[in-house]
C-alpha cells in the first residue's frame, strides 16, 4: 500500500526528486537512471514516485523546463539587458544558445535521438505545446522592441522565434550533419541569421 503524505512532506519529496534527479540524469544519463535509483535516493518506496510522476521522462522533462527557465534568465542578462539589440549582441545570443545546448549535461543527452524520442512518446503533447510557447513568451517582447528601434527586420515574431528554434532543434542532429563539419556549419548559420535578421 502507498503511504499517503501530509502537504509539506509532498513538497519535500517533491523537491528531492528534482535535486536528486537532475544529479543522476546529468551524471548517469536517463536511460542508466531507474525510478528504483530515483526514489531511493529520495527515501520513498517505489510506488510512491506515481503519486507526483507518470513516469521519469516527466520528471527529465520538468527539470530540463526548470533548467531551460534558468538559462533563459542567463541569456537576458548577458545579451539583453542593455535594451539595445545589435547584429553582434544577437549573433552572441545565438552562439551562446548554441553552446550551452552542448556543454549542457541535461541537454546534451537530447543529442541521443533514441532519447529525445523516448522523452516525446511518454509526455502529453499539451506539456510539449506549452514549452514551445514559453520560448515565444521569453523572446518574442526583445524581438519587438528591436523591431520599434529599427535593429531588426520588419517579419512576423513568432516566424522569427521558430526560425531560432530550428536553429536549436538543428543543433541536436550533431551525428547526421557530421562532426567533422558540425562546428563551422552552425557557425556560418549563426552569422547568415545574424546577418538577415538585424539591420545594425
Partial sequence: MVRKFEDR???MIHSKLLSQGKQMFATLG???????????????????FYMFYRSKEELYFEILEQEEERIRHQLVEQHFSSGTMTRE???QFLRHSLDIMADNPLIQ????SEQLEMVMRKLPEEKMLANFQEDAHFIVPFILQAQEQGQMIQRDPDTIVSLIRSLVLLSLQKQQIGEERYGDTMDLLVELIANGLMLE
Fill in 9 to 11: 512532506e509532498k513538497e
Fill in 30 to 48: 536517463l536511460k542508466k537512471t531507474s525510478i528504483s535509483d530515483l526514489t531511493k535516493a529520495a527515501g520513498i518506496a517505489q510506488g510512491s
Fill in 89 to 91: 549582441s544577437f549573433r
Fill in 109 to 112: 543527452q537530447l543529442y541521443d
